[in-house]
């Protein structure tokens, strides 16, 4: 069964760090870009960084700088480092990968599939 499970989201004060994490099973993630969505309250949708299967990065503009995107192939895990949060980063955060095709596109390298994700996991950044 194909599965990717998110982990690592709470509550955490503006300029803090959190470190998510999204696990697969079922498959093997190092075929495949690999990345993050979240989706704020009342809100679309937003692509936050995707990784190739090669290890070429591609990050939205509102998190450049602050978050990196990164993956262990030997574990089938991705992770997203978040630091220097900021209130407007609260989200429920996806990870998502192009096993079924790409069409959110971060960069002409890294798509991703925007229809299929985990349970996510929520981030909420608060003082």
């Known amino acids: 069964q194909v599965q990717l499970v998110e982990s690592g989201g709470g509550l955490v004060q503006p300029g803090g760090s959190l470190r998510l994490s999204c696990a697969a099973s079922g498959f093997s993630l190092a075929n495949y870009n690999a990345g993050w969505f979240r989706q704020p309250p009342g809100k679309e949708p937003e692509g936050v960084s995707c990784i190739t299967s090669d290890g070429n990065t591609a990050d939205s503009d509102s998190v450049k700088g602050r978050f990196t995107i990164s993956r262990d192939n030997a574990k089938n895990t991705v992770y997203l480092q978040m630091n220097n949060l900021k209130p407007e980063d609260t989200a429920v955060y996806y990870c998502?990968?192009?096993?079924?095709?790409?069409?959110?596109?971060?960069?002409?390298?890294?798509?991703?599939?925007?229809?299929?994700w985990g349970q996510g996991t929520q981030v909420t950044v608060s003082s």
């Open positions: 998502a990968t192009d096993q079924q095709g790409g069409d959110y596109s971060f960069s002409p390298r890294c798509s991703l599939f925007l229809g299929s």
